[in-house]
């Protein structure tokens, strides 16, 4: 070990190396692992006003978690059906946006680097980053315009008769639903993209001359090319549609709350830090486990993934 | 060979809807930008005008949190490129057996949500104040400071990623030659490493001022009491929006179009570039001379671009400028003989109820149905929309002309309500 720091300073020279380490350490310690570790102490804390922080009656509970699961214990219910409906809720439409987007941009993907020819291929390429470099509020805010009652849609729709009067679509979650799609498009199709372009075209060709058809190129030759992409593209995409909150705050029907709105909430309004704290550590674990999953399944290893 | 003309053109077509997906609503709320009506929508299309770009350059808060979003990108910038070189350099040199866990742990803030970065950034600085006996003014309890931080934590993540990519290309045997050639190590760093980086650390500021720009899940927690463009952009959009925020929308795609096409100038001349020092190591070509710094600044696409810029913003403003008043003062009449029409109608028909309630038989019990219905549903309803133009809606088929419809059931439109009670 010895021998190994005298070599990193041999190699850096004392200046560059303390400032590497020192960066290093700051970076992991400070920013990274100390505080993730003080948000699991705080989660298991009662839930006290801030000054008496850190003195008895701060103490050790797990309160916070049984509250999810089981509610308050006036309550008649005999589990917490709110708070677990919409975790559950959250869970299962972060998959289904995940899904969503993935049959969006595969094809897409795969048309613009292998079907497209040059200055078209890089037109769509070049213009895919217009879009993902404005606000996510902003992209949320032209959703609202066009999906409200007297938005553009809607508009269409009675003048062509379909409807004979405005359909509430906040209301009913579509806008939502659009609009999560819409985020993290993006996000899915630059990884395929970039998988998909490297496969060697001639291996496309092969396959098609030994005369298998359209879909079995696909399943055969492309996908199992493009896995890291899609793996990476699919994690990426249900962690921020999990954890996201401006969308649902903006786009979200009166009824329906997104799991971090709920963590918001409980941060603004509650003024209850702890289980705030709480609910979210119980995001961050489902999106480890989700993780997990994925490169299990996709059969990846972690720095595939976060590229 | 017809299956395959027929599966090109669904792919076509799939290729298209695509993009009119990825595009329409950002042009959609381009055009809502332009329209004088107090609501941002399209249709129906009152007056041309660039009012909402005035309202825009006078509303204090949005300014500050303008300026509160530069400081802090900058801030992230000033953060986030050293600890990312940092932690890239660390990378190469770190032991084998120990790489899987640093890579791990470095990694982890671009997985991990948003918000719980913010959450725990809170916290721990939080913590650390009352450790440290700090007052409630102190840095660790600002909420620029906190930003900067907790942004920071995982931008510093992405610049890392860019320095990796750009380190397998680099040779070190370079910096070993150097040093054999008796240069100290802060020397081979600057003189060799570092020039290489240029290019990478130039990418690497931008996407770190870019991505905390518009970094609104980590922020909304650790900006406390301060407010940042996307905070206030965001309580602007719940409670109550209006065309200023498709103009400055406007501004924002301009500026990121704009960017996009220097970034493909500079990315084919870069192509271009390589091609020729190819093309000359192989002797292939005489070393051109290079051209001069003004030369190289006054690229002739980047003239035309900055010109049509500026002549397409002008030409804007000015048609904006112009004629706007008349054309309000002939709309706001328009509405208002609408209206009078309307009520006229509403109150022939209120008559006629009287007179021939057989019609009224027909038409009521569904209306009553529905409005249950959607009551028992939620209470939220009161604000419904289909409950509010219950009256209006039966109305709107009688008449001929659609157009002028919509324009009245502007003052029973929803939206407008919405804009006072908020969504939320």
Redesign the interface.
Known sequence: MKA?WKQ?YL???K???S???I??I???LV??????I??VD?SLRTNVP?PK??TEVHSYTLEHYKYMVYGSAKAQQSYNVVDLTVFFRTIWAAIMVTIIDLS?CY??AY?IAH?AKGGWA?L?A??????F??????????????F?????IN?FL??SGIL???Y?F??DNWALWAGLS?AF?LLMIFPIYNAVETLDKNQIEAARDLGSP?WRIHWRVVIPHAKPGISSGC?MVF??A?????AP??L????SLWF?QI??QA?NQAGN?AR??AY??V??IT?IIF?LFVMKVFKVK??E??? | MKSYHVRRFFILLFVFGFFAYLFGPLILMTLTAFNSSAFPRVTPWECFSAEWFGVLAQDARLLEGLRNSLFIGIGVVCVSVPLGLAGALMLTQVKERIRPWYYTIVISPILVPGVVLGISTLLFWDRVGIMFGMSRESLFYNGIFLTIIGQSTFISAYTMLLFIARLQRFDPGLEEAAMDLGATSVQAFTKILLPFLKPTIASAAVLAFLASFENYNTTVFTIISESTLTTVLASKVRYGINPSISALAVIIVALTLFGAAVFEILKRRELAAEKETKLVAKGLLEKTTRKSLVARVLDPALIMIFLITIAGVGTIYFAGTMGVDECKTIVREEKRKIIERKVRRQQQKAMFKSAVPQEDRTTAPKQQEKVTAKGTEQYKSVFDTQNLQGDPAPDNQETSEPKSNDTATDIFNPSNLRQSTGTE
């Open positions: 190994y990193f190699k850096n020279g200046i560059l190396g400032y590497i380490l960066a290093c700051f970076w992991m920013m990274i692992i100390l505080p993730q003080f948000m705080f801030p922080w850190g969006l094809p897409v048309f079907v890089r769509m070049v213009s895919l980053i217009v879009p470099w404005v606000n996510e509020i902003l992209r949320a805010f032209a959703f609202k315009i066009m409200g009652s007297s938005g553009v508009n009675v003048w004979s009067q405005p509430d906040i209301r819409y498009i359209w994690t962690m921020l999990a954890g996201t909150l401006a705050q903006i979200g029907g009166p009824s971090t963590i918001y941060f830090w705030g704290s979210a550590l995001l961050l999106c993780v972690l720095g993934i976060a590229r």
